[in-house]
């Protein structure tokens, strides 16, 4: 029960950063770019993109008692930690990556509780 929650809470997560993810794209291609410049200059959106969907995927997957939910929702939360870290070593300022750096966290933590809680 409390890992089929964990897994309904990191859908929800997942889907929110993902929604993070695809607006400022779809603002970047309002202003004339293409999508290849709006998710790969800089990286940051495809990243913050694949993270969330393995999130929302995994945290799927745990809700409807799939095997490897908690292990793709585990990818999925390092990938978007690992994001914060590259956008802090690139000289970006702290406003701008702090929330991945947190949110990545948190979402580790989720995942470790997900892991570590048998399936029933």
Do not use: K
Request: glycine share 14%; hydrophobic share 60%.
């Amino acid at each position: 029960m409390i890992r089929q929650l964990a897994g309904m809470v990191m859908l929800g997560l997942g889907l929110w950063l993902a929604w993070g993810g695809i607006t400022p794209v779809l603002t970047i291609m309002e202003r004339g770019s293409d999508l290849a410049s709006a998710l790969l200059d800089p990286p940051t959106s495809i990243i913050r993109i694949v993270s969330a969907a393995l999130m929302t995927l995994g945290g799927l997957m745990v809700a409807v008692h799939l095997r490897a939910g908690g292990t793709i929702a585990t990818i999925g939360s390092i990938f978007f930690a690992i994001l914060g870290g590259l956008m802090a070593a690139s000289g970006a300022d702290s406003g701008l990556w702090m929330d991945e750096v947190i949110f990545g966290l948190a979402a580790i933590a989720l995942s470790v509780l997900i892991l570590t809680l048998r399936r029933p």
